[in-house]
């Protein structure tokens, strides 16, 4: 398949989004050509009947990613399939479990001679789309593609899935990245646990820190997953929500705690106009009120001096703070400041170099 890098990981949500970002813009700056795209489509939103999907299919990260980078749409390979229950429930009941004809038009469309670098980044997990025959093993076996893991690490516990993937993906595994380390840690990884890594065959292109920017969440999100009303500040949305604070001690003791937080967002319960203007204070990006009640007008007219999204949501505060909670760390790469981060991350923290000379382009870029 010449050079194509399939990017993959063992776990959703590892960072693999962020990888192909970092990879993608150190290859074009040296004016090397690239292109694409993820064979199965995990993230679309389209307002058509769910039988109906969009021709060509896109997805989401795929067209954020060509934004980004400024690739033309022909640099955008679509995806073969969309995982959702409309699809799976379908591939289901028909039996067949093939990928089928698009499949074998890609790997024509990957055989055309073509100068560049492909990138395909596979579904969430190791054995994701397996419905589809499209899962990260299946699509390396089936193009012949070079394999990199984006790794989720908290301790050496963590090795047991690269060495599952090793065994399943033999050769085609050519490196991986340690992603989400603790920052105190990452030093004391490179020095002992990445040699001893390379030891048992696995080369580690990087060692990236876990980064509360990345696993933030915009408000705007907050907004959609809540069904929440916005009061104020609604052309604010784009605020990036890094911390959870609940307001539901004494406003003394949440002063003190609010002080050691930042890029907040604090649910309180809207008869508490004191932790309220407590919270609009600190390092707040949306204050999120529950229960009855609505807020005061001092309070609106705070926030909207201070341009403090105003929430007020339907659920109880603990409902209210699960839904939050699965939030961080579980949304797409979507926003331009994660984008910004996410090549600094790589630059700074991957040998890229080593990877290149993996993938045999290393003479192209400079």
């Not at 990888?19 to 058509?48: C, H, N």
């Not at 009640?293 to 109880?316: M, S, T, Y």
């Amino acid at each position: 398949m010449g050079n194509t890098l399939l990017v993959g990981s063992c776990e959703p949500f590892s960072g693999k989004s962020a990888v192909v970002l970092g990879i993608a813009r150190q290859i074009m700056a040296a004016d090397y050509p690239i292109r694409f795209g993820k064979p199965l489509a995990t993230s679309l939103e389209w307002d058509r009947k769910p039988d109906e999907l969009p021709s060509p299919l896109i997805d989401d990260d795929v067209r954020f990613v060509g934004e980004t980078l400024g690739l033309s749409e022909d640099k955008l390979i679509p995806s073969l399939n969309l995982i959702d229950p409309t699809s799976a429930e379908k591939r289901l009941l028909n039996g067949n479990l093939l990928a089928g004809k698009g499949f074998e038009d890609l790997k024509a469309q990957l055989n055309t001679p073509c100068e560049g670098l492909t990138l395909l980044e596979a579904a969430g997990s190791l054995h994701e789309g397996l419905l589809y025959g499209l899962s990260l093993c299946q699509l390396a076996e089936g193009l012949d593609a070079n394999v990199l893991l984006v790794h989720l690490w908290q301790d050496s516990r963590s090795l047991d899935a690269l060495l599952a993937a090793k065994e399943q993906l033999g050769d085609h595994l050519i490196g991986i990245v340690l992603n989400a380390v603790t920052p105190d840690e990452v030093f004391q990884l490179e020095e002992s646990v990445v040699p001893a890594l390379e030891e048992l065959g696995l080369v580690v292109f990087g060692v990236m820190p876990r980064s509360p920017l990345l696993r933030s969440v915009a408000v705007e999100e907050l907004v959609r997953r809540l069904g929440a009303r916005v009061i104020c500040c609604s052309e604010r949305l784009e605020l990036m929500v890094e911390t959870l604070s609940i307001g539901a001690m004494n406003v003394n003791s949440a002063m003190e705690f609010f002080r050691r937080r930042r890029n907040m967002a604090v649910v309180t319960g809207a008869d508490r106009t004191d932790i309220q203007l407590a919270a609009l204070e600190a390092s707040t990006q949306c204050l999120i009120l529950t229960g009855a009640g609505e807020p005061l007008p001092q309070l609106i007219n705070r926030a909207e001096e201070l341009e403090v999204p105003l929430l007020k949501v339907e659920h109880d505060t603990l409902s209210t703070v699960e839904v939050i909670e699965q939030a961080f760390g579980h949304v797409r790469l979507h926003e331009k400041v994660k984008a910004t981060y996410a090549f600094k991350l790589v630059e700074e923290h991957c040998k890229l170099e080593r990877l290149f000379v993996a993938l045999g382009i290393e003479g192209r870029i400079a």
